[in-house]
């Protein structure tokens, strides 16, 4: 007799259907149309009928003052609806789990939501939304009367089995003292958004062409269309198109679009993103918007206000400009910087695409959500798309190729790209290469670049390339992907020395996360970072004194030895030719130098350097800035640029030119050139010294995490923390009997 198929689990996903949640719903049934593995159910909320619309309607007077309860009201009413359609679906059985989305359209459902194992994904609450509403303005009435909704959210979302936040500051609230939840009963979780461009290549766009700028909002003036409109009129009516997607009407005007019949979740939205440039929303009280994400998802850069989770969305100066909208001058300012950088707009609308899809694709979000049906109706988790996990010694070019694009799309540390670490594992490397990966249905998504070191019977898995300085970390398309990493490892048993991952690493998290894995921490280092915003110079960094100062060093030295110059190399002709010099300098450092240091330009180590650096730069990542004194080059600074962020890999200078101060020298010039270089963060990597410290803005920690599973994670980490102490106490005694020889 055959064995008796698994049930089909069957879900019920109850959606609130106001404004973008229409949206969110569409996609949800776009995803889960494709799934065998389950079956779904939608309820969608409906529009009041004539009585409802009267209990919901505005009072005369009161709604002036925001003292009408109205947005409660209206809540409520429609609440009232969902749970009457809600109660009878349930009455009738084989439902195992329920999906809310969001709590404002259960209200006083708690019971239906105890009745099963239930999950509600929110993007806000009563506290934070009562500033938001788009109809209505704020009175200073408003915070003290959205109190009043707490009595009704507060059962709805401590009857959920979990909540899903889609912002920090909503997850915040949540947790706050107005709702009480319990830290382990809320989780972030961003929606996201269902793109075509997250599965086919960004609409080509003609940089010559005549820039479009467009909006999304049901109401110009509470979304910040009126301002946009004033701008756009005011000063760049003559160099662009306007496209405003609005319910509300406008007589027509040359350059200017009106589109007031497209409904959410259509289909059209991605043609009209397509034949745009620039999307801006100068919204003050938007909290998380979809239409920004569905910009960033076509390619497109961003101009909005940081409000609510708005400054997770966008990354300032990288997939967009956040400025403040309250007044028209920064809209205008950025808005015009965009239209007349063509390579700008390209790159941010790249950037701005590659975070939508690593951290906004709905797809991913829809997996988390059922995998936390079924953990909460304890049914086993939908598998969703085929994971294969490996360990390679060996790279192949059809490996080679997919880690190339995976880091071109992921990558936010060069040591995580094959330049890194594959050339230090040809010229440097000991044992095996052991490269983790993960491959969704045949396309590489996790790769954790390693390889196996055994030492006094201690056998372990290491990052490549650790001990030269350089900062660690998984390369993962999502966290579906980081997770199956993880298993991945953990289900072949392998005993982890990560050396110099960063206090907020993804890895380090989903190892704690898994359950499964025992983790020692061990601080190796602190790295001081400076954080650059767009338009900043260092003097806003540096006192006048202190960079006149500087300034007084390069005239003196201009006199006395030669002109003083930078010089900046990026393209691998120019590193080839300056290399030479980079070696000599080095060297001549290295002999002044009273404690050795490793020389990274000599012997087995320059030929690694060499090579990585010649293939970063011809990716485009690599920038060395050289200051020279006289044309002798008398200091260099190499870079490795990922995204905003640069890593000051390897800095030496000739020691005669010292009273020059080079190493502020060379900070101060890549501060004064970053908006040109697209540098919002210069993290000077491990170790503080007295020219980085004036600098920084930021530091962040670093630490070697030690992770083993948890069958063998006793001997392994004691193991494995004795052998490290002995190899640690014999290179400190090499070294002193090396500096005493010398």
Request: one cysteine or more; a negative charge; glycine letters at 8%.
């Amino acid at each position: 007799m055959s064995p008796r198929p698994a049930r089909v689990p069957h879900y019920l996903f109850v959606n609130e259907n106001i404004g973008g949640h229409r949206t969110v719903h569409r996609s949800l049934r776009s995803i889960l149309a494709e799934r065998d593995d389950v079956t779904v159910e939608f309820i969608d909320g409906e529009d009041p009928g004539l009585l409802g619309r009267i209990l919901r309607a505005p009072v005369p007077l009161l709604s002036r003052l925001d003292l009408d309860l109205q947005p409660l009201r209206g809540q409520l009413v429609h609440s009232w609806n969902m749970r009457r359609r809600v109660r009878r679906r349930l009455a009738r059985g084989g439902v195992d789990a329920m999906h809310v989305y969001t709590q404002n359209c259960l209200l006083g459902g708690a019971d239906l939501l105890r009745s099963l194992p239930s999950v509600i994904t929110t993007d806000s609450t009563g506290r934070l939304n009562a500033f938001s509403i788009p109809y209505r303005t704020p009175t200073r009435f408003t915070g003290p009367m959205s109190v009043f909704n707490l009595p009704f959210e507060r059962p709805v979302l401590d009857a959920a089995t979990k909540v899903f936040a889609c912002s920090r500051a909503v997850e915040t609230s949540l947790t706050s003292p107005d709702y009480e939840l319990p830290p382990q009963q809320v989780e972030h979780l961003e929606m996201g958004v269902h793109s075509p461009y997250f599965a086919r290549p960004l609409p080509p766009r003609d940089p010559a062409r005549r820039p479009g700028i467009v909006f999304v909002g049901t109401s110009l003036e509470r979304k910040g269309g009126t301002l946009l409109l004033d701008v756009w009129r005011n000063h760049l009516r003559d160099r662009a198109d306007l496209t405003l997607i609005t319910l509300e009407t406008l007589p027509p005007e040359e350059g200017l679009t009106v589109i007031n019949d497209l409904q959410p979740g259509e289909d059209r939205l991605w043609d009209i993103l397509a034949d745009a440039d620039i999307f801006c929303l100068p919204s003050l009280i938007d909290q998380a918007p979809n239409a920004i994400l569905e910009a960033m998802a076509a390619g497109l850069p961003v101009v909005a206000h940081p409000n609510g989770a708005i400054p997770e969305m966008v990354i300032d100066g990288e997939t967009g400009l956040l400025v403040d909208a309250h007044h028209p001058g920064p809209v205008a300012e950025a808005l015009t910087r965009l239209v007349d950088d063509p390579q700008l707009r390209a790159r941010m609308g790249a950037a701005g695409h590659r975070h939508a899809s690593a951290h906004y694709d709905m797809a991913a979000s829809a997996e988390t959500i059922l995998a936390e049906l079924a953990r909460a109706a304890d049914l086993p988790a939908a598998p969703g798309p085929a994971m294969e996990f490996s360990v390679h010694r060996e790279v192949d070019d059809e490996l080679l190729a997919q880690w190339r694009e995976l880091a071109d799309r992921c990558s936010t540390r060069f040591s995580s790209r094959p330049s890194y670490a594959l050339n230090w594992f040809r010229t440097l490397g000991k044992g095996r290469l052991s490269v983790a990966t993960v491959h969704r249905d045949g396309v590489l998504v996790a790769l954790l670049p390693l390889h196996t070191r055994s030492r006094l019977t201690v056998t372990v898995r290491r990052l490549t390339g650790h001990g030269l300085g350089t900062v660690g970390e998984a390369l993962a398309e999502d966290d579906a992907a980081l997770v199956a990493l993880v298993d991945g490892l953990h289900r072949r048993r392998l005993p982890l020395a990560l050396t110099h991952l960063p206090e907020d690493s993804p890895l380090v998290r989903a190892l704690l996360d898994h359950g499964g894995w025992t983790l020692n921490h061990q601080l190796d280092d602190v790295c001081p970072v400076t954080v650059l915003p767009p338009g900043t110079t260092a003097a806003d960094l540096r006192s006048g004194r202190s960079l006149k100062r500087l300034r007084s060093a390069r005239n003196r030295a201009g006199r006395e030895m030669g002109e003083v110059t930078f010089e900046v190399v990026q393209s691998p002709e120019h590193f080839a030719r300056v290399w030479p010099e980079m070696v000599r300098v080095a060297a001549v450092a290295e002999a002044a130098e009273k404690e050795a240091r490793l020389n990274l330009t000599a012997g087995v180590h320059g030929e690694f350097a060499r090579s990585f650096l010649s293939e970063e730069a011809d990716r485009g990542a690599l920038r060395i800035v050289l200051l020279r004194v006289g044309g002798q080059l008398a200091a260099f600074d190499v870079m490795i640029l990922s995204g905003g962020r640069a890593e000051a890999w390897l800095t030496r200078f000739d020691p005669a030119y010292r009273d020059l101060s080079v190493g502020h020298q060379l900070i101060e010039h890549t501060v004064n050139a970053s908006a040109e270089a697209g540098i919002t963060e210069f993290d000077h990597m491990i170790g503080e010294s007295d020219y980085k410290e004036p600098w920084q803005t930021q530091s962040y920690h670093v630490s070697t995490v030690v992770a083993a599973p948890w069958r063998v994670a006793l001997v392994s980490l004691l193991a494995e923390r004795a052998v490290r102490g002995l190899s640690e106490w014999a290179h400190a005694r090499a070294h002193r009997a090396r500096n005493a020889l010398g």
